[in-house]
């Protein structure tokens, strides 16, 4: 497929009732293509994590519109919306979302487990969705027993097992120390290298501009500004 995996068209929102009611995003327009890592960047209550939400088709915009591989989510149901979270966005979020009780293995699992695959091959799914995480040889291992990186990994890792057309981050490495945090980010910047998948990060984490291929700012609901990333900033991984 050419064009954007995701794409947000002329997004605005409104939150809040009676006197409280404010706009939260003002004409937001953003694509994410495969193959490259964003940044959304901007201060606490800038918009970041509603404009994600209803990117990922969790929240519906006030006005505009969002693409998801070129179907409008526009007049869509419920049902139909969450069909295409399960078959194209892949979430990750800063407070990892693990089942305490399940393995490394079954907690990536679960996401092709309510898509209905068989055993064997979200067993197999996920095995190799761990290894590109870094994490073959912790697939038996329980959420207690890993660091707050590898947790976070593991998170990934069921975000990616779909393959899905986009990867949509919130705060990924807010929990997590610096050594961590880096390696949580190289993870999301091989993903990242795929052409058929895109990345977004939202973070205010200054440290982890060197992983991106564009940086998206965004405050008071609009964006401000939408560049490349210079070599300078980026680093191998």
């Known amino acids: 497929m050419t064009g ?3 794409e947000a068209i002329a997004i605005g929102k409104y939150l809040g009732i009676g006197a409280g009611r404010f706009r939260a995003l003002d004409a937001i327009n953003l694509a994410i293509a495969g193959g490259e890592l964003t940044l959304l960047m901007g201060p606490s209550g800038s918009g970041k994590t509603t404009l994600l939400s209803i990117l990922g088709c969790m929240l519906t915009p006030s006005s505009g519109t969002v693409h998801v591989r070129g179907q409008s989510t526009s007049g869509k ?3 139909e919306l969450a069909k ?4 194209h966005i892949g979430f990750v979020f800063q407070s990892y979302h693990l089942f305490p009780t399940l393995t490394a293995l079954d907690n990536v ?3 092709l487990d309510i898509r209905g695959e068989g055993a064997e091959q979200s067993t197999k799914a996920a095995t190799e969705a761990l290894g590109m995480v870094g994490l073959a040889n912790k697939t038996g291992a329980y959420p207690r027993e890993l660091s707050g990186g590898e947790q976070q990994r593991v ?7 779909g393959n899905p057309s986009v990867v949509l981050a919130d705060e990924p490495t807010a929990a997590l120390d610096t050594e961590n945090g880096l390696a949580v980010m190289s993870v999301l910047a091989r993903i990242a290298r ?12 200054p440290r982890i501009v060197k992983f991106a291929d564009r940086i998206v ?3 008071d609901g609009r964006i401000l500004s939408d560049r490349r990333a210079v070599r300078s900033e980026k680093i191998a991984v």
């Open 4 to 6: 954007p995996m995701l």
């Open 217 to 219: 700012s965004i405050e």
């Open 194 to 205: 795929n052409p058929a998948r895109g990345v977004l990060v939202v973070t205010h984490d």
């Open 155 to 161: 998170a990934i890792a069921r975000a990616i097992v």
């Open 77 to 79: 149901k419920p049902e």
């Open 109 to 111: 699992r679960i996401a």
């Open 84 to 87: 295409l979270r399960r078959d």
